[in-house]
């Protein structure tokens, strides 16, 4: 009974109809997590429940500008003459003014959320540290004026990021970069001084947990993170930290200083996207949640729950279910504190981009809880106060914001979602009718944005080809049903076509097919159509398979062209020609 009056629910049915019950070792589990005695629960506190009124703007915007259309890109993917092995915020800026020129209003990204600058092999962009810092690996060295003469990247050259050369050769320049920075008239300091002062105990205590982290030895140096300091360096306001602060002043205002640039640079590229013409500019992807260890955790332990991850139970691409290794907010901590630090969070995203995607929207009404070595059971948040927060955030910034609803949907969220015209994301290649086709185009959603994939699904050359069937034979994901899912893939291909009314060759994927199915999608009620940038370049492989960490180059493999190839690439040409002609139109 407890369990339930704390928003734990008993049971949850699957997508393939299996009614699955939480155990009460996991309920007991979530209930100490959420600070409750399982035998003992006292009162429950209460949960905003009163519906938000407020639109999240975004949709008015979009229906006045009509036809809007973007390029989803891995921005660590790109290639260009002057990178350092990985893309950076330069090349950010240069692919929208690519794209804008092409007919684009957005370009959207993985997410660029602050990692661990000292740890090159702790680099997937949805496991952060902090989701209110930024990615400094993804700072262009050469475009900071400060850089010394003589620093350059050993080879840019390779097929997929090589992170631990990039970290090393990118960590020296910063350091000879920010040496230079200090020696400048005291003058030349008052942007950064008025960004730490702006920053305030938030970035104090980031810069802080970077200093301290980038001191355990490389073993230690995991996503465990703080868990691995010292004990009297566990809390950020015991004196021990203070300690630590005032002997490592210079390693903390040199973590500040980066934030600092990768700031810049990054506001740099927004305001270059609007002036080559693009409508909305960055797309920003806010990820779903922070490591256990990271920065946000360890600067603010009372808003999280310890012991348990943000997960998945199992679907038609995850069979097993998925436990992210993410720490959830406490849901409670979070409607006392009028939703921070989750407020602030995403009101610093929405400051930087003209739109933001919400990463796993369907956790703002419950979210599926893994308590360590236990099954999992999900848990209620309080949907109509965080849609409330959203609102008002998106409002302050005008940004446009996105939810991605993908996946086991519970009853009622897409309703809530369209009352406060909260966008959804349709990706075609899951959207199914009753029958289980592909959903017409026209059966999509008015209020998402659309595509026909994603970074965690096939490409959809690779779609097309059975690529993804290849590799999850070779690494036994899901063998038992791809029979019959070839036979649906085989059906999906022909309605396809049928619905394009092809009547070439279709066995392989070609600039032309490529170009009448993104139109075919682009042509629908969607208030926004995204393609892939891997769609562009017929890519086969996709950028993140999910389920697997080592098994796939995940989060490493490059484009195949440079941005400036690219920019004149008459496949690319071909492609966006199409799509623009129909939003257009």
């Known amino acids: 009974e407890s369990a339930r009056e704390h928003g734990i629910v008993d049971s949850f049915r699957d997508v393939s109809g299996h009614v699955h019950h939480a155990t009460n070792e996991t309920k007991r589990a ?3 997590a959420l600070g409750i005695d399982p035998d003992a629960p006292g009162d429950v506190p209460q949960l905003d429940s009163s519906p938000a009124t407020q639109p999240i703007y975004g949709a008015s915007t979009l229906r006045q500008q009509g036809g809007v259309w973007g390029v989803m890109a891995a921005l660590y993917g790109l290639r260009s003459e002057r990178n350092w092995g990985v893309g950076d915020f330069e090349d950010l800026a240069r692919l929208c003014e690519i794209m804008a020129a092409k007919g684009a209003d957005f370009v959207g990204i993985n997410p660029v959320h602050a990692l661990f600058p000292s740890a090159p092999h702790l680099y997937a962009p949805y496991s952060p540290s902090s989701r209110r810092w930024l990615n400094v690996m993804l700072i262009a060295p050469d475009r900071i004026e400060t850089l010394p003469d003589g620093f350059q990247p050993s080879g840019t050259d390779a097929e997929i990021v090589d992170y631990d050369a990039v970290y090393a050769e990118k960590m020296a320049a910063f350091e000879a970069a920010f040496a230079a920075f200090e020696a400048l008239p005291a003058l030349r300091h008052a942007e950064f001084e008025r960004f730490v002062r702006t920053g305030g105990q938030a970035l104090r205590r980031y810069a802080l947990f970077d200093a301290i982290f980038e001191t355990l030895p490389r073993g230690k140096q995991n996503y465990g993170g703080w868990r691995n300091f010292q004990d009297s360096l566990q809390n950020p306001d015991s004196r021990a930290s203070a300690d ?13 200083w980066l934030q600092w640039v990768a700031d ?18 960055l797309y920003l992807d806010f990820a779903v949640g922070v490591v256990p260890g990271g920065s946000d955790v360890w600067s ?34 979070l409607a006392e504190n009028e939703y921070e630090p989750y407020r602030s969070q995403l009101a610093r995203a929405m400051s930087l981009g003209g739109a933001v995607r919400i990463d796993h929207i369907l956790g703002h009404m419950r979210s599926f809880l893994v308590p360590d070595g236990l099954p999992g059971a999900y848990l209620h948040y309080p949907l109509h106060g965080l849609l409330r927060m959203i609102a008002e955030e998106s409002q302050k910034a005008g940004c446009i914001v996105f939810g991605e609803d993908l996946g086991t949907v519970p009853h009622g969220l897409r309703d809530a979602m369209q009352a406060v015209e909260l966008m959804g ?9 009753g029958h289980g086709r592909i959903l017409a185009r026209n059966d999509m959603r008015e209020l998402s944005v659309t595509a026909f994939s994603n970074h965690d699904f096939p490409t959809l050359t690779g779609f097309w080809t059975g690529e993804d069937f290849r590799w999850r034979e070779d690494l036994d994901i899901g063998a038992e049903q791809l029979d019959w899912e070839r036979g649906r893939r085989e059906a999906d291909r022909r309605d396809l076509l049928d619905r394009i009314g092809w009547e070439g060759d279709a066995e392989t994927m070609t600039p032309e097919l490529m170009a009448a199915l993104q139109a075919w999608l682009a042509g629908g009620p969607a208030l926004a159509f995204a393609v892939p940038l891997d769609d562009l370049l017929l890519e ?43 939003r257009r139109d």
């Open 30 to 32: 979530i209930l100490t």
């Open 244 to 256: 630590f602060a005032k002997s490592h002043a210079g390693r903390i205002r040199f973590h500040s």
């Open 264 to 281: 810049t640079q990054l506001r740099d590229a927004q305001a270059r996207a609007k002036a080559a013409g693009m409508s909305i500019g």
């Open 300 to 333: 603010d332990e009372d808003s999280y729950l310890p012991g348990v991850s943000l997960g998945a139970p199992g679907d038609a691409a995850n069979p097993d279910g998925q436990q992210w290794n993410l720490t959830p907010f406490d849901p409670f901590e």
């Open 425 to 433: 994301c349709d990706i075609a290649l899951i959207e199914r009718d």
């Open 540 to 582: 086969p492989m996709q950028a993140n398979v999910p389920g697997t960490t080592d098994e796939q180059p995940n989060w490493r493999r490059r484009t195949r062209l440079s941005l400036d190839r690219i920019a004149g690439d008459p496949v690319v040409a071909l492609i966006c020609e199409a799509i623009d002609a129909v």
